[in-house]
């Protein structure tokens, strides 16, 4: 009873220790690059803070960039978010997340112009007691918009070793239950002709 006691308290103790030392991560995902036309298409842009600096001031800029043009300002994060006008006007909408690490965007209605360069940046102004520092960050989307989505060739090769693995574990499961009937059959055999 005691041991038990102990194991149960040993468990808890740990999982407070865990659950004291987890702390939300924040993880820098790449943008996805294709986009399809007429369905909706997420812009990705993460910035992460460590945990002291959430209390930054932050504010992202969206662009598209034409070839051979300059950038066009598309939407604007300063506290809140503002949709600019262009011919994305209505098609845009905020992704971003409460603590401003996830700064992302998506594209409704994604058409065949809407291909092209996309940049993030965000700027942040971190103040400290006895100093203020800002940093500046831009991440580039390059983005290409099909008329159809293309083969995902991973999730082809998953598929073909999925079922693959699936006839090899079922031809060994065979042969093991071959295998066990035959030695039960065998040691059954034995035991009739020791009784005899």
């Not at 006008?85 to 112009?113: A, C, F, H, Y």
């Not at 809407?114 to 940049?119: K, M, P």
Request: proline share 5%; aromatic share 10%.
């Amino acid at each position: 009873m005691r041991t038990r006691i102990r194991v149960i308290l040993h468990s808890l103790l740990l999982l407070v220790l865990v659950v004291q030392v987890s702390r939300p991560v924040c993880v820098d995902v790449p943008s996805e690059t294709e986009a399809v036309v007429g369905n909706p298409m997420k812009l990705t842009c993460i910035s992460c803070m460590k945990r002291e600096e959430v209390s930054a001031e932050t504010r992202v800029d969206w662009y598209y960039i034409p070839p051979d043009e300059g950038p066009i300002p598309i939407y604007l994060f300063d506290g809140h978010p503002r949709e600019l006008e262009g011919p994305w006007q209505g098609r845009l909408v905020w992704n971003g997340s409460k603590d401003l690490q996830e700064l992302s965007i998506s594209i409704l209605n994604v058409t065949m112009n809407d291909t092209g360069t996309y940049n993030c940046v965000v700027f942040r102004q971190f103040e400290f007691d006895s100093y203020s520092h800002s940093v500046t960050k831009t991440l580039v989307i390059n983005l290409v918009v099909r008329e159809e989505a293309s083969d995902d060739t991973t999730a082809l090769y998953s598929e073909i070793m999925m079922y693959v693995l699936l006839v090899f574990l079922t031809c060994w499961l065979l042969v093991e239950m071959v295998y066990c009937y035959r030695k039960i059959s065998k040691s059954d055999e034995q035991a009739q002709d020791t009784a005899y």
